[in-house]
T-cell receptor
Framework: DGGITQSPKYLFRKEGQNVTLSCEQNLNHDAMYWYRQDPGQGLRLIYYSQIVNDFQKGDIAEGYSVSREKKESFPLTVTSAQKNPTAFYLC???????????FGQGTRLTVV | AQSVSQHNHHVILSEAASLELGCNYSYGGTVNLFWYVQYPGQHLQLLLKYFSGDPLVKGIKGFEAEFIKSKFSFNLRKPSVQWSDTAEYFCAVNASDSWGKLQFGAGTQVVVTP
């Protein structure tokens, strides 16, 4: 099946620990994105990558880090510096930087 | 500041009623515009998109949207909703002054009652 795979679906971590969320796509898309979805706030852009080995900060990058070493993979690390990490995280990809994005099923992260 | 605004946060309507959801953006230059839908428990899906050409675009499930450049708007419409249209709807913009930075509005929760 072609698509975007985020894993795991649910993730629990203790406060102070870094955690990495996985995102893999087999659509041969150049661009990839990470969003955070909170009730009433829509999707807020964390990081985006237009091409391998390149990525840009979005609106709420503080406390997060990413890498884009392979075209199909764009992992997101939620660091201990992120003040409110509990949220629903969505990964997306698009064929080019200005075309429609396709979304994964999301990872719900709970930090206790 | 660049932004995407969706005017209604919650909309409740009866089956067969008409739906119109507002979306305004504040980006300059060329824009690519999108409406996405998130049904309960499902991932975000593209409803329709506008890149250029006819400003009235048709999407899936009977939805359409009209791009009005002078008003910086891209409103979503459906003439007659069904119970299955209950979902959250998001407007999104990708602008030429920041290609790749796909920005979303806060979303509108639509509830259709039988």
């Amino acid at each position: 099946d072609g698509g975007i795979t985020q894993s795991p679906k649910y993730l629990f971590r203790k406060e102070g620990q870094n955690v990495t969320l996985s995102c893999e796509q087999n659509l041969n898309h150049d661009a990839m994105y990470w969003y955070r979805q909170d009730p009433g706030q829509g999707l807020r852009l964390i990081y985006y990558s237009q091409i391998v080995n390149d990525f840009q900060k979005g609106d709420i990058a503080e406390g997060y880090s990413v890498s884009r070493e392979k075209k199909e993979s764009f992992p997101l690390t939620v660091t201990s510096a992120q003040k409110n990490p509990t949220a629903f995280y969505l990964c997306a990809s698009s064929k080019e930087i200005n075309t429609e994005a396709f979304f994964g099923q999301g990872t719900r992260l709970t930090v206790v | 500041a660049q932004s995407v605004s969706q005017h209604n946060h919650h909309v409740i309507l009866s089956e067969a009623a008409s739906l119109e959801l507002g979306c305004n953006y504040s980006y300059g230059g060329t824009v690519n515009l999108f409406w996405y839908v998130q049904y309960p428990g499902q991932h975000l899906q593209l409803l329709l998109k506008y890149f250029s050409g006819d400003p009235l675009v048709k999407g899936i499930k009977g939805f359409e949207a009209e791009f009005i450049k002078s008003k910086f708007s891209f409103n979503l419409r459906k003439p007659s909703v069904q119970w299955s249209d209950t979902a959250e709807y998001f407007c999104a913009v990708n602008a030429s002054d920041s290609w790749g930075k796909l920005q979303f509005g806060a979303g509108t929760q639509v509830v259709v009652t039988p």
